[in-house]
């Protein structure tokens, strides 16, 4: 089965830093990569996600970036603010109803 | 998008008793759902695929005769834990997926504590 790998498990970075999180998954099946942030007792929230036949996705400060051929895919945070502070997991499924495996998390925190 | 309602949000039992947790769609049928554990500064651990109208496929090591799931209708899964112990206190969470070609939605969760 699908095995998610997520790096590094927590992250520290000045405000107006970036900061980029680490994947690589095992089976290359896999098609669809979400990033989710997690508030301490909350449901995950999606931020942005991928498909396999996309390269790189951006939505404002938020992009991920996947290389098929290498099985990883990456988050990257610019201009990151103490909101940002939190949990985040990847994921990967296959498409149609397939189960979705989550990374370990990163525990993001934005120092002032 | 697709709305994914789960109860009870909160609940505490004690040792040797069986918890039941709802997961309802809403808003669109649901012939698969997930169930996942979240233990304190981990990861969502997926458990068990719930399927409408036939048995759920259990995750390795996860026992099917502890963490009963039903899943009758095309709108509700639930996940019956049996003999709770202190050691299954978690955070439990359903998932559903649908309302975009790849998009799951999650319920928000219960809180589970065993005393």
């Known amino acids: 089965g699908e095995n998610v790998e997520q790096h590094p498990s927590t992250l520290s970075v000045q405000e107006g830093d970036s900061a980029v999180i680490k994947c690589t998954y095992s089976?290359?099946?896999?098609?669809?990569f979400p990033w989710y942030k997690q508030e301490l007792g909350k449901r995950p929230q999606l931020i942005i996600d991928i498909r396999s036949n996309v390269g790189e996705k951006k939505d404002q400060r938020i992009a991920v970036t996947l290389n098929k051929t290498a099985k990883h895919f990456s988050l990257h945070i610019t201009e990151t603010q103490p909101e940002d502070s939190a949990v985040y997991f990847c994921a990967a499924s296959m498409k149609g109803a397939q189960k979705l495996v989550f990374g370990q998390g990163t525990r993001l925190t934005i120092n002032p | 998008g697709a709305v994914v309602s789960q109860h009870p949000s909160r609940v505490i039992c004690k040792s040797g008793t069986s918890v039941k947790i709802e997961c309802r769609s809403l808003d669109f049928q649901a012939t698969t759902m997930f169930w996942y554990r979240q233990f304190p500064k981990q990861s969502l651990m997926l458990m068990a695929t719930?399927?409408?109208?036939?048995?759920?496929?259990?995750e390795q090591g996860v026992e099917k005769d502890k963490f009963l799931i039903n899943h009758a209708s095309l709108t509700l899964s639930t996940l019956t834990v049996t003999s709770a112990h202190p050691e299954d206190s978690s955070f439990y969470i359903c998932?559903?997926?649908?309302?975009?070609?790849?998009?799951?939605?999650f319920g928000s969760g219960t809180r589970l504590t065993v005393v």
């Open positions: 089976d290359s099946a896999s098609n669809y």
């Open positions: 719930s399927n409408e109208g036939s048995k759920a496929t259990y």
């Open positions: 998932s559903v997926p649908g309302g975009t070609n790849y998009g799951y939605t």
